[in-house]
């Protein structure tokens, strides 16, 4: 099972290749994966994607993201390897967005950097992606902006990025300033990292999870265990532990968790 999460949901992908995805208080009561298999799904503000088998990308939810600057547009034809929120990874390696961004001249198409990306990491009208060589691309409002120099893993995309370099060392900075900003991570190494609305939560190389930001506001604690992955887009983060059970903290975090379903 694989997790995603939206603005107030959560989606999962089960290991037939089916999605479920569920909400929390505040949802909008439209997320309802279509019956298809997909090989992997990745959520937006107020929508999910997914990877079908043949490569094609199918999305639900609602056709008018209020929570991101990129406005909902159908995805785009033909055959893709890696979604990540709006964007896709094409064979080639090349990248394609869609969309529409809003800017001061009125909203224009979605964009893209040119060459080629090992993977791809999207949210919060922002995505970066993990160049061939270990180094960092990120855009936002049509053009690239600043992110760290080195070589990198990993990243994650939230109102504040942050990667993982090969050192396993995390670095994150703030992604909604156009210069370069890097913000104070936890000591220790990493083995990946999640984004979102204001905070950022990592697992550690022992398998631990630890979170910074917001995430001391909400009076909520990180859950103990040992974690595979986590996902994470506004106030509630979740997990999945090694054992598969699903773990969530945060603002909505309990009522995301009260109301996933049993099977």
Request: glycine share 14%.
């Amino acid at each position: 099972m694989s997790l995603t999460a939206g603005e107030n949901f959560l989606c999962a992908l089960r290991s037939d290749g089916r999605a479920v995805c569920w909400e929390g208080e505040y949802g909008t009561g439209l997320m309802n994966p279509p019956e298809e298999r997909f090989q992997s799904i990745a959520a937006g503000g107020a929508y999910a994607c997914g990877l079908k088998p043949d490569g094609a990308i199918s999305c639900w939810g609602t056709k008018n993201n209020w929570a991101i600057t990129w406005g909902y547009d159908e995805p785009p034809k033909g055959t893709f390897i890696e979604l990540a929120d709006q964007c896709a990874l094409k064979p080639d390696r090349a990248v394609q967005c869609w969309g529409l961004v809003c800017t001061d001249g009125g909203w224009k198409p979605a964009w893209a950097p040119a060459g080629e990306f090992l993977s791809l990491a999207g949210g919060h009208s922002r995505a970066c992606g993990l160049r061939p060589g270990g180094g960092l691309t990120c855009w936002a409002d049509l053009a690239e902006v600043p992110a760290p120099s080195g070589s990198f893993i990993s990243v994650s995309v939230g109102t504040s990025n942050c990667a993982v370099r090969t050192d396993l060392t995390a670095v994150c900075w703030d992604s909604s300033r156009h210069v370069e900003s890097e913000l104070d991570v936890p000591d220790g190494t990493y083995l990946s990292t999640a984004g979102g609305d204001g905070n950022n939560c990592g697992i550690k190389t022992d398998g631990t999870l630890v979170c910074w930001g917001l995430t001391a506001s909400w009076q909520t604690p990180v859950p103990a265990g040992q974690f595979a992955s986590i996902a994470g887009h506004g106030k509630h983060p979740c997990g999945i532990r090694t054992d598969g059970t699903i773990a969530c903290w945060g603002l909505d975090g309990a009522s995301l968790l009260a109301r996933r379903p049993e099977n």
